[in-house]
């Protein structure tokens, strides 16, 4: 059993070097793969299952392809792309996973989430977070057209990179009671988030008990991807070439 995580790919199109080494991973590093998890932010942008992203096609391809050799693909969502929904996972025949899960790996029970619920110095960002969660939010916003959508996604997005430009380092990282909290919650010793581009192996201490939180490595210069085997597992880097 071989089970990969990636996330925080930011696929856009003005980066089709990311789209191209994301297929090519797929195609190749992963064809081995018993289950994959994508843990969010996948897309740089999600504004509906129904928006068309031809840029996007060749991804799509290879994840179907995947599934259909029977590779179990799971979807968590983040902070950019929770929009994603049913139509878009049945298409490349992958499930929706709730915002945090304990999930049996390979290595042991491990509990799994994008990792931006974990942010709760970033006040600002709760409270969008609280907005943009609410069903009945989502609804509003997936009835507009599409020329309204791509207007306040705009928006929301020149408004959130100003306000993350003037943050201090320890606000858009993860509370460490919040770290703490999650695995009490979940009874493991093992977890694994990303969004924070932080890529890193913690060690922590939880009620005297040793535990590891993976933080999965964001895609920009450097891919990156968690390989989980009984043996063990390795947080992998790689060039993005052109
Ligand atoms: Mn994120």
Request: charged share 25%; glycine share 6%; hydrophobic share 35%.
């Amino acid at each position: 059993m071989t089970v990969y995580f990636v996330s925080d790919l930011h696929l856009k199109p003005e980066r089709p070097d990311l789209t191209r080494a994301f297929s090519r991973l797929l195609d190749t590093t992963f064809q081995d793969a018993t289950e994959l998890y994508l843990l969010g932010d996948i897309f740089e942008a999600w504004i509906g299952d129904d928006t068309p992203t031809p840029t996007l096609e060749s991804v799509f391809n290879s994840l179907k392809q995947l599934s259909d050799q029977g590779c179990k693909i799971f979807f968590q969502h983040g902070n950019r792309d929770f929009l994603v929904g049913e139509a878009f996972a049945k298409s490349i025949n992958a499930s929706l996973l709730p915002e945090e899960l304990t999930v049996d790996l390979p290595v042991g029970k491990t509990v799994i989430s994008h990792g931006d619920q974990l942010c709760l110095d970033d006040i600002e960002y709760m409270q969008f977070r609280t907005m943009v969660r609410n069903p009945q939010w989502q609804q509003d916003f997936l009835s507009k057209s599409l020329e309204e959508r791509l207007a306040i996604a705009r928006q929301i997005r020149d408004a959130s990179k100003e306000r993350t430009a003037e943050k201090a380092e320890y606000i858009t990282d993860v509370n460490q009671q919040a770290v703490t909290d999650l695995f009490i919650r979940s009874g493991v010793d093992l977890m694994i988030h990303g969004h924070t581009h932080r890529p890193c192996i913690h060690q922590h201490e939880v009620d005297g008990k040793q535990a590891t939180r993976i933080v999965l490595g964001d895609w920009d210069k450097l891919g990156w991807y968690l390989k989980v085997e009984k043996q063990g597992y390795d947080l992998i880097n790689f060039p993005i070439e052109d």
